[in-house]
C-alpha cells in the first residue's frame, strides 16, 4: 500500500461516518491546476462515491490574496449552496495532520462538466436552449453573497478593474516572453476601463467546463480556486470568451446560449440591467487573462513541481487567445503561409519519425490505456503534431516576420530582441495602438502562429475566413 493510499484510508476512516473500506481512488484526467480524484467507498448500503480535489503534488501551498487556498475554496462552495447555488456538499477539508497537503473532499454528483459534450450532445438537445438563462441566475446569486456575513470579505482579496489587468499584465512580463499582441490587449484594457463598479463575490472561472450539467440544468459550479471581489460582470464576460465556446463560435455564451439569454437570466434575480459595452471588456479581458495563463502553464512545466506533458501543450493555447484577441480588437484580412516540403535526402526524414511517434501515441498507446494515461497520450501526439507544423511553416512564418518587426521598431538583432523592442514601443505608448502597420504586423503574426499552434481552433478559423491571397 502507497503512503499516499495509507493516509487517504485514515482520513476517510475518521471523517467519514458511513466508510467501511477503500474501493478505489483514480486520479482524473484534466485539471492542470489542481488535482481531481474519483474515490469510491465501501458502506453498509453498498459503495459509494467522494470526489476530493487536491493541490497538484499533494503539497501545502502558501495561500495569498489571489489564491486564497483548497480551504477558502471549500467555504466558497458552501456558502454559494446556502445561496440557492447547485453545489456538492463538502464532507471534510484536509488538515496538516492529515499529511496530504491542501484540499477538501466532498460528495460526487454526477453530471456532464466536458464543456465539448455540453455543445454537442445529443443528450442535451431539450435543454440547451436554456442553460445561458439558468447560468445567468446562478450568477446573480453568486454577485449577491452577503460577503460580511459569510466571513468571505476577509479571506478573499479585492481587485478593481484597473489592479486585475497591471496584475495580469505584470505576470506576463515576469516571464520574459515578449509576445506584442498580449501587450497591445493590455494597453487597449487600460484605455477602456469599466466605470462605476459595485463590488461583489466574483467565481472568476465560471465557464463551460466549469459547470456540472445534466438534462435538467445545472448540477453543481466547480472549481472556485480563483474567486474574489471585484467587478461581477468579469464573470459574464468570462463564460462568454471564444476559448469556452469549444467551436460553437455562433453561441457567445459557452457555445450553448446567446449574449440575450444570459442576460436575462441574471436581470431577473439580480433586478440590475446589464450593461453590454461593460461584458464585453471582461470578455476581451478574458482572451487576455488566459494568454497570460497558458504561458504561465509553461512556465510551471519548467519550474514547478508536477512536469506533466498536459503543461507545456497548454502553453501553446496562448496563440488561440491571442487571436481571439485579433478578431475582437483589429480584425481584418491576413495572408495565410503555405508549408513548404523540404526534403534533404535523409532516410527517415524528421518529419517521419515524429509521425511515426505521434501515431504510436494516437493508435497503440491510447488503445492500451485508459484515464489520465489515455489524456496525457493523446496531448503528447498533439504536441507532435505542433513539432510537425513548425517544421513546415516555422523558418518562413520567423522569417517574415522578423522583417515587418524591423520595419516597425528600426535596428537589428533576434526576433527575440525585436519582439521586446515592439512591446516596449506599445508600453510606452510610442507607437500607438491606431498605427496601420502596427496593426497588420500582429493580426499577421498572430494568425500565422496559431495555425502553427491550433489550426482547428474555432478563432483561427474565423480569423482565416478573411484571408486573402
Known sequence: MSEFQSRLEAVLAREIAEYRGLVSCERLSGGASQETYRIVIRTEDGDRKLCMRRAPGGVKVETVAQHPGLATEALLMRVAREAGVPEPEVRHVLTDDDGLGDGFLMEWLEGEALGARIVRS?????????????????????????????GLSSRLGRLTAEEFVHQTWDRYKLLGTPQPMIDYAGKWLLANLPKDVTPALVHNDFRNGNIMFDQNGIVAVLDWEVAHIGDPMRDLGWICT?????????????????????????????????????????????????????????EHYRSGPDKTVERPGIGRRSSE?????????????????????????????????????????????????????????????????????????????????????????????????????????????????????????????????????????????????????
Not at 122 to 150: M, W
Not at 243 to 259: A, C, I, K, N, Q
Not at 266 to 272: I, L, M, N, P
Open 122 to 150: 445529443p443528450d442535451f438537445d431539450a435543454i440547451r436552449p436554456k442553460l445561458a438563462y439558468l447560468c445567468g441566475q446562478a450568477l446573480a446569486r453568486i454577485h449577491a453573497v452577503d460577503l460580511e456575513a459569510s
Open 242 to 298: 471564444n476559448s469556452w465556446r469549444f467551436g460553437r463560435t455562433e453561441l457567445p455564451v459557452g457555445g450553448f446560449g446567446e449574449y440575450a439569454d444570459l442576460f436575462a437570466g441574471y436581470e431577473s434575480v439580480s433586478g440590475t440591467p446589464v450593461d453590454p459595452e461593460r461584458v464585453r471588456f471582461w470578455e476581451v479581458f478574458g482572451s487576455f487573462w488566459w494568454a497570460t495563463g497558458c504561458l504561465g502553464m509553461a
Open 321 to 469: 487567445c491571442q487571436v481571439d484577441c485579433v478578431n475582437l480588437l483589429i480584425p481584418g484580412p491576413v495572408r495565410l503561409l503555405a508549408p513548404r516540403p523540404d526534403d534533404d535526402g535523409d532516410m527517415p526524414r524528421l518529419d517521419e519519425l515524429l509521425v511515426s511517434v505521434r501515431d504510436f501515441l494516437h493508435k497503440d498507446v491510447m488503445a492500451a490505456t485508459q484515464g489520465r494515461t489515455n489524456f496525457l497520450a493523446r496531448v503528447a501526439g498533439n504536441s507532435l503534431d505542433i513539432v510537425l507544423r513548425d517544421l513546415a511553416v516555422g523558418p518562413q512564418h520567423r522569417a517574415e516576420e522578423k522583417a515587418r518587426l524591423k520595419a516597425l521598431v528600426g535596428g537589428d538583432g533576434d526576433v527575440k530582441a525585436l519582439r521586446t523592442a515592439l512591446v516596449e514601443a506599445i508600453r510606452n505608448g510610442s507607437l500607438p495602438l491606431h498605427d496601420a502597420a502596427l496593426i497588420e504586423h500582429l493580426r499577421q503574426t498572430v494568425v500565422n502562429q496559431v495555425a502553427i499552434d491550433q489550426p482547428r481552433y474555432s478563432g483561427f478559423r474565423t480569423a482565416a475566413s478573411r484571408a486573402v491571397d
